[in-house]
């Protein structure tokens, strides 16, 4: 692991160029910082250094002093301190920069020593390019050619090894294809702390492996897919679907819990084909939960909804606006947000909530956190609600004040934004008795009940942002179209608004949503870095949150 | 401007009787009657094509008749007018040829979009795709001019192979399973 910045510094030079970097940084890293590329295979920024792929090889120097009297040698040509050049080359992983420590990382015996690598990784590396999901994004393919030779000298027979194994549900192994950098077995033992991986047999046998009787099966599982520098891991759920090279990306947020990881969308032409991590050192690392990563399906899944509906008919966007504007005049109104909402949406309808004269209500989803990184408050943005004022208490599980208003009569008509009121604890009956407007993606027991249904966008389908755990605000973009049939919720809730709505679409609402939020005041969509803002969180720091600790949150009572 | 007033020639007897001219096309018809004929006779009679003719892409067998693509889609990516659309597919565990792991669910090239430049056959690693003798693409319906799999198969048919990667991997394989080689 990388040692936190310290304030004391280390000048090291790289090529001629003087740097200083915090003390107990890797060459690889002080190199990165002045756009050095070091090839590496088996070094990994998050996990411990093992040095064992050799490709990582600098050439390295110290400032030569007199044994004796300790004083600094002079060049006399350059009158500067003579440099000892160590005679042969070092890794950049596990070499630690000290003062005055010279470094050459493109040297001739440097590219001599990376070429010798790459020719011995490549000896019994199988000839499937054209067949392997991971060319394309293959450090293999792209070192071999920076150093591969082009041609093999290797006349012998190419080791066999199996080819597809199972090493868990979501994770197939291609062991020709391994180049031994125990990446993933790092990666088991240190993050997911479920240490089955390993290395069986000696030498060109050695075999990558489950332990016996066991599998990859943790919920972390696919991230060795991701560190796989070459294709011999590859996920089961992606494998043979798609070449990368065709994939848009866009940047996202995982929904499943309030940690708040940030993901990538990989998609074309209006299909997602999977979620990966995206690196942010403040909150996932480069990790993310497999359960995460297959909520892609939600997209196109066969309950999704299309289709607008008023008192059980089709109709049209118009016709069910009309309606669902007559029945929130009509009075008696709950508005029941959602947690899974954007801040912006959750805005929009705090508006509408202020302008009917009503409390709107969350919907608490809680799970067991797994201290890493799905948090017990599987809500992405609960705290989205708090920073907007929708609500200013933490969510239940259970509407019960709203069931007893229905029982008494009070409420006749309920607004809810994606939330089955069904499954938070109202009974058939209940949703029998009131008007339901329902906006939301999925069919669920609500919709069926609801008089006015208007389909609206998944998370992955819209732009906006979730305020995580650590009061975080992260944006996500729109990666593919919504199905056809759907608007965007801002466009509704905006027109549910009619005159009064500020505008329509996220960075319209942004300056409205500053101006009228204390918490998010001077801020504006477009300025939110892609590694999020941390806002600031006293108002809110009473409040009994669920979550526990996790990989990079500490709960305030505990921190 | 000035306008110059030019007087017409007036024509001569022979000019007149037009007799040289009809003598000077018929001499034309006549010699062209007894030279060798250089037109086809269209559709009856087809032209010889040459070697290296680029005529409408298709896919093909290899002597064993295993097809050849492994839909790695670098056809369909390089692919100038993006006439291809590949489907990707696994072989299944049990097939013949379950070592190659890798084949075309669905293989569609839209020959109302294919400039017949060549392209996808220069890059395919697999030696795949070919551009074939075939030339002359017709159909009623748009849908009609979109070859499938099945016919680019057809039309493709079987060619020799100088290779035989995937046999030599399949080789491999059972010399390792039955103690040989490592």
């Avoid at chain 1, 064992?52 to 300790?70: F, I, L, S, W, Y």
């Avoid at chain 1, 294809?177 to 077995?185: N, P, Q």
């Avoid at chain 2, 060798?36 to 032209?47: D, K, S």
């Avoid at chain 2, 075939?134 to 001019?145: A, I, K, N």
Wanted: net charge neutral.
């Amino acid at each position: 692991m990388i040692a936190a910045p310290k304030p004391d510094l280390v000048t090291v030079n790289i090529d001629g160029v003087d740097i200083a970097v915090p003390k107990g940084t890797n060459v690889i890293e002080a190199a990165k910082q002045l756009q050095k590329d070091v090839p590496h295979y088996c070094y990994h920024p998050k996990l411990t250094v093992a040095g064992n792929c050799r490709m990582c090889m600098v050439e390295m120097g110290m400032p030569a002093v007199d044994p004796a009297t300790k004083a600094p040698v002079m060049d006399a040509a350059t009158g500067k301190q003579k440099i000892n050049w160590i005679p042969r080359p070092q890794i950049g992983c596990g070499t630690t920069v000290a003062p005055g420590m010279h470094i050459k990382t493109s040297s001739p015996m440097v590219k001599d020593a990376r070429e010798g690598v790459m020719e011995f990784l490549l000896v019994n590396h199988p000839l499937d390019c054209p067949i392997c999901d991971q060319a394309g994004e293959c450090k293999l393919q792209e070192q071999a050619t920076g150093y591969g030779r082009g041609y093999s000298r290797f006349i012998e027979e190419k080791n066999v090894k199996p080819k597809r194994t199972q090493l868990g549900p979501r994770v197939t192994l291609d062991d020709e294809r391994c180049i031994l950098c125990s990446r993933c077995v790092r990666f088991s033992k240190e993050i997911a702390q479920d240490d089955v991986l390993g290395f069986v047999d000696r030498g060109s046998y050695s075999t990558l492996t489950c332990h016996p009787g066991k599998k990859l099966e943790n919920n972390y599982s696919l991230n060795t897919v991701d560190i796989c520098p070459v294709g011999a891991l590859t996920s089961t759920d992606f494998r043979f679907k798609m070449r990368v090279w065709f994939l848009k990306q866009t940047n996202t947020i995982d929904i499943e819990s309030s940690a708040g990881v940030n993901a990538v969308i990989w998609s074309r032409e209006g299909v997602i084909y999977r979620l990966t991590p995206r690196r942010n050192d403040e909150v996932n690392d480069t990790w993310m939960a497999d359960s995460g990563r297959l909520l892609y399906k939600q997209v196109a899944a066969p309950d999704r909804l299309a289709a607008v509906i008023v008192n059980g008919a089709a109709s049209s966007l118009d016709i069910a606006l009309n309606a669902a504007a007559e029945l929130l005049k009509s009075g008696s109104v709950a508005i029941v947000g959602s947690g899974r909402a954007s801040v912006e949406e959750q805005f929009l309808l705090k508006n509408l909530a202020d302008q009917l004269g009503v409390n709107a209500s969350l919907v608490a989803r809680t799970g067991q956190g797994d201290k890493l990184l799905i948090s017990s408050d599987r809500n992405p943005n609960v705290r989205g609600a708090l920073v907007t004022g929708l609500v200013s208490a933490l969510p239940a599980a259970q509407l019960a004040q709203l069931a007893a208003d229905i029982d008494s009569g009070k409420v006749k008509t309920v607004l809810s934004h994606g939330e089955d009121l069904a499954a938070a604890g109202l009974t058939a009956a209940q949703l029998a008795k009131v008007a339901i407007i329902y906006l939301g993606t999925h069919a669920n027991a609500t919709s069926a009940a609801a008089k006015v249904v208007l389909p609206t966008l998944h998370t992955f389908e819209k732009a906006g942002t979730f305020v995580n755990q650590q009061f975080r605000i992260q944006k996500f973009a729109a990666a593919v179209p919504g199905p056809q049939g759907s608007s965007n919720d801002l466009v509704v809730l905006a027109k549910l608004l009619g005159p009064a709505a500020p505008a329509s679409d996220v960075h319209g609402l942004w300056p409205a949503l500053a101006a009228a939020v204390p918490a998010l005041a001077t801020m504006l969509y477009k300025n939110i870095p892609e590694t999020g803002l941390l806002l600031d969180s006293t108002p809110w720091a009473g409040l009994p949150f669920v979550e526990g600790e996790s990989l990079k949150y500490k709960p305030a009572a505990a921190a | 401007m000035a306008v110059v007033t030019v007087e017409r020639k007036p024509l001569s007897f022979l000019e007149r009787t037009y007799l040289p001219n009809i003598a000077a096309g018929l001499a034309t018809t006549f010699k062209r009657m007894v030279q060798p004929v250089e037109t086809l006779e269209y559709p009856e009679q087809r032209p010889a094509i040459p070697a290296g003719y680029r005529g409408v892409p298709t896919l093909v067998y290899d002597p064993n008749g295993r097809e050849k693509c492994v839909s790695c889609q670098l056809c369909e990516f390089v692919c100038p007018p993006k006439a291809i659309r590949i489907t990707p597919g696994e072989i299944a565990h049990d097939d013949a040829n379950a070592h190659v792991e890798k084949r075309p669910e669905e293989f569609k090239i839209d020959m109302l979009r294919c400039i017949y430049c060549g392209l996808c056959q220069e890059v395919c690693p697999e030696e795949a795709i070919w551009l074939q003798n075939q030339y002359s693409m017709t159909g009623y319906t748009r849908e009609e001019m979109v070859n499938d799999k099945k016919r680019l198969y057809e039309l493709g048919g079987t060619l020799p192979d100088s290779h035989f990667k995937w046999d030599k991997k399949a080789a491999a394989e059972k010399a390792a399973h039955a103690g040989g080689h490592h």
